[in-house]
């Protein structure tokens, strides 16, 4: 049961999701400079582990069913975190709305204050202050090195994943969200 429900999503992610016309081969297509690294893949389920906004309430990855969540995992000791941040800023400037959104969240020990003087130093306003202080959501989606950024679609089910830094605010990630986002 479980290969035949990855069998249609991935099918509906191949005709396209919300109507757009996008598949796995037009976006594999768009992908140039540091976004060749971002590797596609049928969808697959990710973790509702719990994960903390600064007032320490519970939110979990299924919130953002509905629409495509560019999900970043950084640290505020990562270099390669803070040069890529601006980009996935811009990203959500141009995107972010009903159907995209990125979701910043700070994993392993990071402290508020840490994570407030790192937005504050690289200008960050638009993105959301999220903290898996633990690594246990981290952990649990093969986390392993930082910055990881997954893709995950409307059914709230990973499609891509990008290892390392990436130019987020780069023509090529702005064509790929554009694709799967049919431009709105």
Known sequence: MRWFRSAVLYTALVVGANGAAADVASLEALREGTLK????????????IAFLDPEGNEHRLGEYKGKYALVNFWATWCAPC???????????????????EVVTIATTRNTLPAITRFFDEI????LPILIDDKSVLGREMGVFGLPTTILLDPDGNEIARLRGDADWGGESARAIIAELTDGD
């Open 37 to 48: 690294k971002l590797v596609f893949s049928e969808p697959r389920e990710v973790s509702q």
């Open 82 to 100: 803070r040069k890529e941040m601006p980009g996935l800023e811009a990203l959500q400037r141009e995107f972010g709305g009903d159907t995209f």
């Open 123 to 126: 200008g960050v306003t638009e």
